[in-house]
C-alpha cells in the first residue's frame, strides 16, 4: 500500500476593509464613479488600454503605435431596460471611426472590437454610471494585448471558463439571494467581476505580483498591492492561507486561499476580483467602477488555456409572461479559429439556427435556454441563458433559481469523481432532481449536500437540476467538459532552480536490501506505507520489482483516513488507470516483474535534503521534509495536485501519503 504527504505552498494576498461590499450600494446614474485621467491610467502597468469619454457629437483622435490617427466621433446611444426591475441590460453605441460608421454593443460579455489597427470597446453609459459625458470607451493600438498575461493572470486553477455563473461588468447581480427580484436587490455589477465555484474546493491564485496589504480571514478579503501602488482585491474566501500576511510578497499564480462565501457573499460561493487605484480608494471603499475586468479574464484565461470555442449564451433575462425574449450568440469565441454555427435550444424542445433567437414564454418561473456553437475546426461548447419570468398581471416578488457548483470544471477525466454541491437562492424549491446527462439521477436532492458522479464516457455532459417553486419550475444546468485520459506534457510539473531530491526506497548502497519486505512502517489498518512526506514538491517516479497479482497502491491526500484513489499495481504499472497513461507508466518483465512510472520525464538539480523523526502510527524510522513547489499546471492534473481545506478557517498542510 503507497500513503503519500504533499505539501503545497500558501500564498501571500492583501484584505480590504471588512465593510467591503459594493453590493449594497444604490444601482444606476446614483452610484457616482470617478472617470479614470491619464494619470490613473498610467499607473496601471498591466494594460496600455487608454481611456476617453464623449458626449453626442463629439470626436477625438487615437494615435497608433506606428504613427497612424484614427479620429473617433460619437454619433448615437440608445439603451435598453428591462420591463420587470427597470434597469439597463444593453445600449448600442454607434460610433464613426475614420469616416466610417460602427454599431458598438455595450454590455456584459462582451469583448472589445478591432478595425484599422484600433481595438474599442464601449465600457459604459452614463444610464450605468454617473460619468462625465455620454459615453466611456477604452482604447488599444490593436497590437498590443488586451492585458499583458505575464504580469496578470487568471486567479483560479484547474477551472473552466463560463463553467460556472458569472457577473460580469455592468449586469444586474442575479446569483445572489433575492439578486434582481423586485423585492430583492437591484443594481449593477461594475466594481469588478464575479467567478462561481465550489466553496472550500477552488483553489485562488494571486493575478499579480506584489505584497499582501491586509488579509481579513473572517470575511474573506484579501488585498495586494503592486509596485505602482494599485490593489487588486479577492473577496469571499473561504480560508486563506496562513502565510498570507500583511507584507508578505506575493507572486503572480501563487496560491492564497479557497473560493467561498464569507463576507457579504449574497449566500452564493464565489470569488469576486476588483481593483482599487490607490491606499485612499482603499480606505474609502471605493472601487474602480470604470474598469471593465471581463476582457482582462478573459484574455488572462485564454492565454494560459488552450482551449475553446466558447459559447457565450450570457447575460440573463428578466421578463413578464408573453414578452418577446430576444437571445445574442454574438458574443461566442473561437480562439484560433472561427464560430461556423450557433444553435439555441429551449425547454420545450423548439430550435431555432442562428446567432440570434427569439422565444416568449407564457407561465412563470425559472427557464434555461441553451446555446450550441460550432467552430471551422468542428469543436463543439454550450452555454446556458437564465431567463426568470414574472407574471405580467402581477408580478411575483421573487422568482427563485438554483446555485450549482462542481469540482473539478477543467481537466475532468472519465471515471474521475466530479464533487456537487447545490442550493436555491430566493426562496425554498421542493422536489430537487439532478440529472447528469448519462443516465444517472438523483431524486429528492437534500440542498446544499455534497454528491459525487463519475462520468464514464468522454465528451460533453450537461448536468440538468429541475425543481419546483409553488406552481412554477425552476431549472439550472451546467456543462462537464469529460476528457479521455491522455498525456500532455505541458501539464507536467517544472521545478525551475535548486531544488532537493529525496528517495524512498529498498535500495542500499552496501547491498543490504529487502526489497520483500521494505516498509516504512506498518499504519493502523496493517497496510505497509511506503512513502510519506509533507512539504512542497513532486513525485517523479514510482519503480517497483516483484510487481505481483493482488497487490494494491493505495493513495492518501491531506490526513485522509480513506484512500482516494485505490488500484491495482498491475493495472497501474501498465498505463490502464485514466489518471497514469503511457507512456508515462510503463510495464515490462525481465525473469521478474518490472515496473515503472514516471511524471517528469526532464532532470533536475539536486540541493541539499532534511530528515526528522517523528512518531506516529506506532514506529516510524523516519518523515522527510523536502523543499521545492510545485508547479500551477501539476496542482491541477495529477492525484497529487489536490489540496483539501476545511469550510472554515486555513486549509490543513497538503499532504500525501502512500
Known amino acids: 500500500m503507497i500513503a503519500n504527504r504533499f505539501c503545497i505552498l500558501a500564498l501571500s494576498v492583501l484584505a480590504s476593509p471588512a465593510s467591503f461590499r459594493a453590493e449594497g450600494a444604490p444601482a444606476g446614474a446614483s452610484e457616482r464613479a470617478r472617470s479614470i485621467t491619464p494619470a490613473q491610467a498610467a499607473k496601471i502597468k498591466y494594460s496600455t488600454q487608454r481611456f476617453e469619454y464623449l458626449d453626442v457629437g463629439e470626436t477625438f483622435v487615437f494615435r497608433l503605435k506606428d504613427g497612424a490617427e484614427r479620429r473617433i466621433r460619437l454619433i448615437s446611444v440608445s439603451e435598453e431596460k428591462d420591463s420587470v426591475i427597470g434597469l439597463v441590460r444593453r445600449a448600442e453605441v454607434k460610433v464613426e471611426i475614420d469616416g466610417e460608421t460602427i454599431a458598438l454593443t455595450c454590455a456584459p460579455y462582451v469583448m472589445p472590437t478591432e478595425t484599422r489597427g484600433l481595438r474599442i470597446q464601449a465600457d459604459t453609459t452614463s444610464a450605468w454610471l454617473d460619468i462625465p459625458k455620454r459615453v466611456q470607451f477604452s482604447l488599444w493600438d490593436a497590437t498590443d494585448p488586451i492585458v499583458d498575461a505575464k504580469l496578470f493572470g487568471f486567479p483560479l486553477a484547474g477551472y473552466r471558463l463560463f463553467s460556472h455563473g458569472m457577473q460580469a461588468y455592468n449586469e444586474p447581480v442575479h446569483l445572489g439571494h433575492r439578486d434582481g427580484d423586485p423585492a430583492g436587490q437591484r443594481f449593477y455589477h461594475n466594481y469588478g467581476i464575479d467567478l462561481a465555484g465550489y466553496e472550500g474546493r477552488q483553489k485562488v491564485l494571486s493575478a499579480i505580483d506584489g505584497v499582501v496589504a491586509g488579509a481579513n480571514p473572517e470575511q474573506g478579503d484579501l488585498t495586494i498591492k503592486d509596485d505602482r501602488g494599485v490593489i ?17 510578497q506575493v507572486k503572480r499564480g501563487q496560491w492564497v486561499g479557497m473560493l467561498g462565501r464569507r463576507g457579504g457573499s449574497g449566500n452564493f460561493s464565489h470569488l469576486h476580483v476588483g481593483i482599487f487605484l490607490s491606499d485612499t480608494d482603499l480606505s474609502a471603499d471605493r472601487a474602480a467602477r470604470n474598469l471593465n475586468l471581463y476582457p482582462w479574464v478573459v484574455a488572462a484565461y485564454r492565454s494560459e488555456n488552450d482551449a475553446g470555442p466558447f459559447a457565450v449564451a450570457r447575460p440573463h433575462k428578466a421578463v413578464l409572461t408573453g414578452e418577446k425574449v430576444l437571445f445574442e450568440g454574438a458574443s461566442s469565441m473561437a480562439p484560433g479559429s472561427s464560430i461556423e454555427s450557433f444553435r439555441w435550444e429551449s425547454h420545450d424542445g423548439t430550435r431555432a439556427e442562428g446567432a440570434r433567437a427569439e422565444k416568449v414564454y ?13 467552430d471551422a475546426r468542428g469543436r463543439v461548447d454550450v452555454d446556458f441563458c437564465r431567463v426568470r419570468v414574472y407574471s405580467r398581471s402581477k408580478p411575483e416578488d421573487v422568482v427563485p433559481t438554483l446555485f450549482v457548483t462542481f469540482e473539478p470544471s477543467a481537466g475532468v477525466l472519465a ?10 437562492q430566493g426562496r425554498d424549491v421542493s422536489d430537487i432532481r439532478v440529472d447528469f446527462g448519462d443516465g444517472a439521477t438523483v431524486q429528492g436532492y437534500e440542498p446544499y449536500s455534497a454528491i459525487t458522479h463519475s462520468f464514464r464516457d468522454a465528451g460533453i455532459h450537461i448536468v440538468t437540476v429541475t425543481g419546483t417553486a409553488g406552481d412554477s419550475p425552476v431549472t439550472e444546468k451546467v456543462v462537464v467538459h469529460v476528457e479521455t485520459a491522455s498525456v500532455s506534457l505541458d501539464r507536467l510539473p517544472i521545478l525551475p532552480g535548486l531544488h532537493a531530491v529525496g528517495q524512498f526506497s529498498s535500495h542500499n548502497k552496501k547491498g543490504l536490501n529487502g526489497d520483500s519486505r521494505w516498509r516504512l ?34 493513495f492518501h491526500f491531506d490526513g485522509e483516513d480513506a484512500p482516494r484513489y485505490t488500484i491495482p499495481l498491475l493495472e497501474f504499472y501498465q498505463g490502464k488507470h485514466p489518471l497514469f497513461p503511457p507512456p508515462l507508466a510503463s510495464y515490462e518483465r ?16 539536486i540541493g541539499p535534503r532534511a530528515s526528522r523523526k517523528r512518531p506516529r502510527h506506532g514506529r516510524r524510522p523516519h518523515r522527510r ?23 472554515r478557517g486555513n486549509p490543513p498542510t497538503p499532504s500525501f501519503r502512500m
Do not use: N, Q
Open 232 to 248: 487588486v482585491h479577492f473577496g469571499h474566501l473561504d480560508s486563506i492561507l496562513s502565510g498570507i500576511r500583511e507584507g508578505a
Open 415 to 424: 471515471d474521475r469523481p466530479v464533487h456537487f454541491r447545490i442550493w436555491p
Open 625 to 647: 521534509s523536502i523543499p521545492g513547489r510545485l508547479s500551477r499546471s501539476w496542482m491541477s492534473s495529477g492525484p497529487a495536485a489536490s489540496a483539501g481545506s476545511s469550510s
Open 362 to 374: 407564457e407561465k412563470p418561473g425559472c427557464y434555461i435556454a441553451s446555446l450550441w456553437v460550432k
Open 590 to 605: 525481465r525473469g521478474r516483474w518490472i515496473g515503472d512510472i514516471s511524471w517528469m520525464p526532464s532532470r533536475i538539480r
Open 521 to 554: 512502517y506498518d499504519d493502523e489498518h496493517g497496510d505497509a506505507v511506503i512513502f510519506d512526506v509533507e512539504g512542497p514538491g513532486c513525485v517523479r517516479s514510482l519503480w517497483g520489482t516483484d510487481i505481483r497479482e493482488g497487490a494494491t497502491f493505495r
